[in-house]
Nanobody
Framework: VQLQAYGGGLVRTGDSLRLSCVAA??????????VGWFRQAPGKDREFVSV????????YYADSVKGRFTISRDNAKNTVYLYMNSLKSEDTAVYYC?????????????????WGQGTQVTVSS
């Protein structure tokens, strides 16, 4: 499966933005599979943002985005969305989506494969 993230842009503090991650190819609906979002700001490590599992729609969020970001999926479109509200300057980063696979922790990059090209989100004050 190939994943591609879309929807980044330049917004102001407090604005909202929706990112899309489109999966092309065969996706697994098994219990341990899903799609996650990570982000990476300049000079920083890639950090976990959120994940949604195909089975049962279980979701997890980083504390830094909890209550502001919402992850959802559209199985018919093989697309996972990340709705980002009340954006802050510290949300500025390149956002990546990747396939959650068995093994590794959900909040670590090594729990994912098939990383898509990122999409830049810039929040200006």
């Amino acid at each position: 499966v190939q994943l591609q993230a879309y929807g980044g842009g330049l917004v102001r503090t407090g604005d909202s933005l929706r990112l899309s991650c489109v999966a092309a190819g065969r996706t697994s609906s098994g219990r341990d599979y899903g799609v996650g979002w990570f982000r990476q700001a300049p000079g920083k490590d890639r950090e976990f943002v959120s994940v949604i599992y195909w089975y049962g729609s279980t979701t997890y969020y980083a504390d830094s985005v909890k209550g502001r970001f919402t992850i959802s999926r559209d199985n018919a479109k093989n697309t996972v969305y990340l709705y980002m509200n009340s954006l802050k300057s510290e949300d500025t980063a390149v956002y990546y989506c990747a396939a959650r696979v068995p093994g590794g922790e959900y909040y670590r990059p090594d729990g994912y494969s098939n990383w898509g090209q990122g999409t830049q989100v810039t929040v200006s004050s």
